[in-house]
Nanobody, 126 residues
């Protein structure tokens, strides 16, 4: 049974910093694509960032470019999302997910993710 557990969420003021972690148990994360997605109240779930199995390719939503950085440490079975210069519109529940297709081109669609975490709340106040 694959289990993903997010941590690192919390409440910060605009301009603040948070680092999310996604710890995976049950199997190794290599060679899978991993991603971060989020869902704000009253809104649909949206893509934030993804990273290829080799970590050579990363993809970001326009809203995340220049502020967020996705990374992975396969030795620790963990993925990270460094979030800088946070804005109130970043407020959401953040989910990590795994796509088992290592040959995926581009970032996976929601239906292409095979495993999901339970999410961690990020709240940014103005």
């Amino acid at each position: 049974q694959v289990r993903l557990v997010e941590s690192g969420g919390g409440s910060v003021q605009a301009g603040g910093v948070l680092r999310l972690s996604c710890a995976v148990s049950g199997r190794g994360v290599s060679p899978y694509v991993m991603g971060w997605l989020r869902q704000a109240p009253g809104r649909s779930r949206e893509f934030v960032a993804s990273i290829s199995w080799s970590a050579e390719d990363t993809y970001y939503a326009d809203s995340a470019k220049g502020r967020f950085t996705i990374s992975r440490d396969d030795a620790k079975n963990t993925m990270y999302l460094q979030m800088n210069r946070l804005k109130p519109e970043d407020t959401a529940v953040y989910y990590c997910a795994i796509d088992r297709d290592p040959y995926r081109v581009g970032h996976p669609s929601f239906s292409e993710y095979d495993y999901w975490g339970q999410g961690t709340q990020v709240t940014v106040s103005s």
